[in-house]
DNA sequence: ACGAAGATCTTCT
DNA sequence: GAAGATCTTCGTT
């Protein structure tokens, strides 16, 4: 079900991230993502065509994970169409669903575990050098039903002010009223803001 | 071989 | 709200 880039990066949210790491498994239903779309976006690593053993993966066929680190940090993403368009879904927020333990002792703090893309990556045990170039239900990370967003919410991208107009683009989405995301402040509506 | 940049996080005021 | 920590990749000498 390969299809537009934005179109994916909505129907991501709610659903269930599970991660198998060195026999502990870890779970969390998506409530933030950044869709990035390659050749025309000048905030996307793959912009105008870019490619480097770095964004490689941005390459590979709907299904792929690419993994990036920065600033010591592990990113995860999700690739949405083929090498003709090196588009991706960064994963940025999860709601915990299991291991809030295994998660709590990777982190070494009780709260703020999957609210960022670096700290869900490190929550889950998700690793460039394990994890990068592996597919969606085929190794350690599986992607299946989950809950459904209530209302989406659509805002700016975060972390790109030196990108001119891609700085404006409505390329992130939320589940409105989850606490669970990067940045703002979100009171907690009915449910998480679930259905 | 070197330097700069980066889709971040934490801690401090 | 601001700044420092931290580290890999890439482009240039």
Not at 86 to 101: D, K, M, N, Q, T
Not at 174 to 181: E, K, L
Request: charged share 30%; net charge positive; proline share 3%.
């Amino acid at each position: 079900m390969a299809q537009d880039t934005l179109t994916a990066a909505r129907q991501l949210l709610g659903k269930k991230v599970t991660a198998t790491v060195e026999g502990e498994v870890t779970s969390g239903y998506i409530t933030e993502v950044e869709a990035y779309l390659g050749f025309e976006d000048k905030a996307a690593h793959a912009y105008q065509g870019r490619r480097t053993k770095k964004n490689e993966m941005m390459y590979r066929d709907y299904g792929g994970i690419y993994i990036y680190t920065m600033h010591g940090h592990h990113c995860m993403n999700f690739i949405t169409r083929d090498a003709a368009s090196p588009e991706g879904v960064l994963i940025r927020g999860l709601e915990p669903a299991e291991g809030f333990e295994i998660m709590q002792k990777r982190r070494g703090r009780t709260d703020h575990l999957t609210d960022g893309p670096g700290k869900l990556t490190k929550s889950m045990g998700i690793r460039r050098d394990l994890h990068n170039g592996l597919r969606l239900n085929e190794g350690a990370i599986t992607l299946s039903e989950g809950k459904k967003p209530e209302v989406i919410k659509e805002s700016k991208r975060i972390g790109i002010d030196n990108k001119e107009e891609a700085v404006d683009y409505l390329y992130r989405f939320t589940v409105a009223g989850n606490p669970h995301v990067s940045k703002d402040r979100v009171k907690p509506a009915f449910n998480n803001g679930w259905q």
